[in-house]
């Protein structure tokens, strides 16, 4: 069965559904997506535990509010959302402009999140690809119109309680166009899986940049495995791209290998 509802935090009337039972596990989905965009992924995850699936601020079921869109505060409203749910702490996973809201969560509220796991996104915005970046200079209102036609939209106006396609455009292109960079940050992070595709928005070695980062990488374990590494985990999918990368049932059976094997913070 599935709980659904609207969490009340820092202004927001904030949707979650949740599917299964056992250690909790928050997705987040992508821009300009909800939690629909992990297609069948999320139900493979609950066989396990219990996915708690989130549409961020503005987006899907969540009405937006007088606020700009920021990896901070939509972070801050996870970890509310933690809160208000009595989980204590929970994993987080996101994806893309989720998986930023994941990172932002672990490193605002370390306390809350067990372990993270960082789906096709970076860590700085230098990262992505420089077409991707021309691509994200360029989204705004100006393309609401050109991108009726488009699933995007249809399904944004079929769940937003108060549908504004243009606005929910203006304020996720500014913020995909604000420069940053947490890689000074990695330090502090518990267990972490960084997941990206071989044909993602990034190249896999700026992945496992980050993963030596995490202290991963950095020496032979030995034969049996018990020589001091890190726990976090790299995981590189062959043939997934950026944009089939949620519904990829890879990636729900990476997340919780990871899941069953890595220490809790």
Known sequence: MTTTGH???????????????????????????SVEMFGPNVETLAANRQVIAVDLQAHGRTADIARPLTYE?????????????????????GYSLGGGVALQTALRHPEKVRRLVVVSAVFQRDAWFPEVRTGMD???????????PSPVYQRYTKLSPRPDFAGLLGKVGALVKQDYDWTGEVGKLGPTLIVVGDADGMSPARAAEMFARLGGGQRDPGWDGSATRSPSQLAILPGVTHYDMPVRPELAATVERFLAQAPAR
Do not use: S
């Not at 935090?9 to 559904?17: H, K, M, P, S």
């Not at 970890?79 to 702490?89: E, K, Q, S």
């Not at 360029?138 to 009726?148: E, I, R, T, V, Y």
């Open 7 to 33: 969490a009340p935090v820092n202004g927001l009337q904030l949707y979650y559904e949740i599917h299964g039972t056992g250690e909790p596990l928050i997705v987040l989905h992508g821009a300009l997506g």
């Open 73 to 93: 505060a939509m972070g801050d409203d996870i970890a509310a959302l933690i809160d208000h749910l009595r989980l204590g702490t929970a994993d987080v996973m």
């Open 138 to 148: 360029h989204l705004g209102p100006q393309l609401a119109d050109m991108m009726k």
